[in-house]
Nanobody, 120 residues
Framework: VQLQASGGGLVQSGGSLRLSCAAS????????FGWYRQAPGKQRELVAG???????NYADSVKGRFTISRDNAKNTVYLQMNSLKPEDTAVYYC???????????????WGKGTQVTVSS
């Protein structure tokens, strides 16, 4: 599975950005997508996730501001980010979790990160 993320950039505080991540290759067993981020000097953290059935979960810090969605026909996941804050500045990574067997073994695939910078 290859993941190609796009949509990062520089935006002022209060602005919006939309990230996209397109999956290609052996995508038939992808169960869930997620967006993670990593700020300088910090650990990578989950921002938002979405299951194959459309169930979503968010980090507390982005609830009400970010929305994750997916287009299964296009094997693409999106992250709409509104009301951005300087603390949202980070490299954002797309993740796809593929289920390998009925016991639930899985493999995580990662895309190259895309930089999001929010100026104050």
């Amino acid at each position: 599975v290859q993941l190609q993320a796009s949509g990062g950039g520089l935006v002022q505080s209060g602005g919006s950005l939309r990230l996209s991540c397109a999956a290609s290759g052996r995508t038939f067993n992808i169960n869930a997508f997620g967006w993670y981020r990593q700020a300088p000097g910090k650990q990578r953290e989950l921002v938002a996730g979405i299951s194959s059935g459309g169930v979503t979960n968010y980090a507390d810090s982005v609830k009400g501001r970010f929305t994750i969605s997916r287009d299964n026909a296009k094997n693409t996941v999106y992250l709409q980010m509104n009301s951005l804050k300087p603390e949202d500045t980070a490299v954002y990574y797309c993740n796809a979790r593929a289920i390998l067997n009925v016991e639930g073994a899985h493999m995580d695939h990662w895309g190259k990160g895309t930089q999001v910078t929010v100026s104050s």
